[in-house]
């Protein structure tokens, strides 16, 4: 209910369109009344007035101030307010406000004084998450804006692969803050770029193997947060291997051979290969210091040399036979 009685008023304006009351200037009090927020005072084309125990403060002003926006779809006749998470909407006909998609009858009316909407102050100033006191003596009305104190990131470290993108979040402290805009940046945007996605999110893009840091800026106060981003070449599949001969003819004793395995493709990721010897007596095989595959002739007989992929477990094979001394 509390977060309902914060954005009632949003929408009480509007109820002037079709049911507004028309005060005259001179039958209200308050001409001397002054507002001022965040210690400043505002010129405003239509001075505060009381009626009863209530003041008004002109809306369009104030409002645009605070940071809120309004919206006025003619098609509907429905009148849209929002401001960071809060969004509401009204319908003239009905005077009904939906707040968060939820139903609430407004039970506050604005007034129309000389032509300008007027909205109760104190209703005014919570609907939007401020702070409003009132000084009788000095009649002056102090609306309190929330300042920003800070920015969290959700997320501080991200590892990605080219062509790859993450959506990242952050969180402007305190919650009421009027201006909770962001300004994101890259340090290297050739290496992982950034793009806002919405009030509070962004999206990390992956474009070349690197790292970069991405900073999420607080407009207002400039509080800073980021997160280091290392972004990986994109993984390239194995799709087989092939050895440089089919065949062997060896002699026992006599001089190794080398058998070279070649990847497909040959930009493939991981170029891990198992070399086996079907039967080691005849003829072992190892590899050497650049990958190929050393193949040892023991004694007279018949062995097949395989090499067998890591990733996919493709095999190339090469039949050995190998000669007496």
Not at 226 to 255: D, E
Request: with cysteine; glycine share 6%.
């Amino acid at each position: 209910m509390k977060k309902y009685f914060r954005v009632l008023l949003i929408f009480s304006m509007v109820l002037l369109i079709t049911s507004a009351l028309i005060f005259p200037a001179a039958a209200l009090a308050g001409a001397g009344i002054r507002v001022k927020i965040n210690e400043k005072f505002l010129s405003l084309p239509q001075p505060p007035v009381r009626v009863g125990e209530t003041t008004f403060l002109p809306f369009r002003p104030i409002y645009e101030f605070l940071g809120a926006s309004i919206y006025w779809d003619k098609k509907t006749n429905t009148v849209s307010a929002s401001r960071g998470s809060i969004k509401v909407e009204l319908q003239l006909e009905n005077g009904m406000a939906i707040v968060n998609d939820e139903k609430v009858i407004l039970n506050v009316a604005p007034r129309l004084i000389n032509g300008t909407t007027m909205v109760p102050a104190w209703f005014f100033a919570e609907s939007l998450g401020s702070q409003v006191d009132w000084d009788a003596r000095q009649q002056v009305i102090s609306i309190s804006l929330a300042s920003v104190s800070g920015i969290a990131l959700e997320t501080r470290e991200l590892i990605l692969e080219q062509g790859e993108a993450e959506t990242i979040a952050a969180e402007v402290f305190p919650e009421n803050a009027v201006n909770k805009n962001i300004v994101w940046s890259s340090t290297f945007p050739s290496v992982a770029g950034v793009s806002k996605s919405s009030d509070t999110e962004a999206v990390v893009s992956a474009v070349n193997p690197g790292t970069a840091i991405i900073i999420a800026a607080t407009e207002e106060g400039n509080f800073v947060d980021t997160c280091k981003v290392t972004v990986k070449q994109a993984h390239i599949p194995v799709t087989g291997i092939s050895f440089n001969t089919s065949t062997l003819t060896l002699v026992a004793g006599g001089r190794p051979a080398v058998l070279t395995a070649y990847i497909s493709p040959e930009t493939a990721t991981n170029k891990n290969i198992t070399w086996k010897s079907s039967n080691a007596g005849v003829a072992s095989v190892h590899k050497n210091a650049v990958g190929r595959g050393v193949v040892a002739p023991l004694k007279e007989g018949n062995t097949v040399i395989t090499a067998t992929t890591e990733e996919g477990e493709y095999v190339a094979v090469c039949t050995v036979t190998v000669l007496p001394n």
